[in-house]
């Protein structure tokens, strides 16, 4: 299933002024920026609008200022870095409003081919919103306007949706275009036998996901903390492990919906079991393996045994397209994380096309040093999974079609 809107191959820009919302929304601590994967994905499109000889106006949200100047998540630093990997100067027009008088003068100067990086969106209280006045501020400075912020698609704000609107020309951009071609043809056109992973600590959180991808997938895999609902509704004592006691019936469902449509459903068997959550959650921790029918009443299960492990990267092994989403246990624990590390394991040795659904399990893949044998890392955790439920994502919507 290919995309069918218009991207930047479909325009030329020289001397156009081109408003790029990016997804700069990055990890800071005290100025630093600690995982820079989210600039690079984003440098292939800024390239092209550049080599075209566009006035290049980028833009992004970065964390929750909630409407209001925060010198702390100003983007500053990321226009900096972004000079040094596009090697060429990215001006940032600091500007408290986004598009206020500086921003406008800075957008005045520009010259064919040069590229500026305006405030952080979410200064003004209008972006989530998806108000006009700012929509309409960011219209008036740009002929043309390119999204290519995946991980925002899932929402309709006005520098993703209110803008594209506004301007006559409005295309996705190069990492826009491959989030979507990627998780699209997993989903729509997968080459078979599909596994889908999903995990993380929710059930509530990914209802819509497992029933969808029990329509598309051949085999659903579940670990982490939503496993234990499961467990439950399958009539296991879960001790003191996560359950969301109204998702019972839920579940109980799907399993029913994954035998009638002859799906593999895989749940744990077995699980590393502790007394008391670790506090910091890093610190050392005492464990136990157990079996699933046997969590004694006062313990919790914190990740998935080695036999589940085991299983898990077996059925990863014949697969062809693996999509995964969540870990397997509370991976932020070295002792906690080996379930995690086993699934990684199993997707970086395998020749099969391999989709990482963004968030924890982008987190957890890139820091055990396996980004490099995926496939495809997705930047958006939330776009992925909104997609990964069969939805719409207004972002996409919003750019003009083919
Ligand atoms: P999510 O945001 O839903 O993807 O969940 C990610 C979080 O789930 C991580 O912070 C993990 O520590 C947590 N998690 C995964 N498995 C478990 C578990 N068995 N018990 C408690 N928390 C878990």
Redo the contacts with the bound molecule.
Sequence with gaps: MGLNKKSVDDINVAGKRVLCRCDFNVPLIDGQITDENRLVAALPTIKKLVADGGKVILCSHLGKPKGEPKPELSLAPVAKRLSELLGQDVKFAADNNVVGENARKAVEEMKDGEVILLENTRYRAEETKNGEAFSKDLASICDVFVNDAFGTAHRAHCSNVGVAGLVDTAVVGYLMQKEIDFLGKAVEEPERPFVAIL????VA??LNVINNLLEKCDTLII??????TFAKAQGYEIGK??CDDSKLDYCKEMMEKAKEKGKKLLLPVDSVVISEFPNP?DAAVETEVVDIDKIPADK????IGPKTAEMFANEVKSAKTVVW????????NPTLAKGTLSVAQALADTDATTIIGG???AAAVNQMGFGDKMSHISTG?GASLEFLEGKDLPGVAAANDK
């Design positions: 995990g993380g600590a929710k959180d990914k670990g982490g903390g939503m496993a234990y492990s996560l959650i919790e299960a914190c990740d989403n969540g870990p397997m246990g509370v991976f932020e968030g924890d399990s955790g």
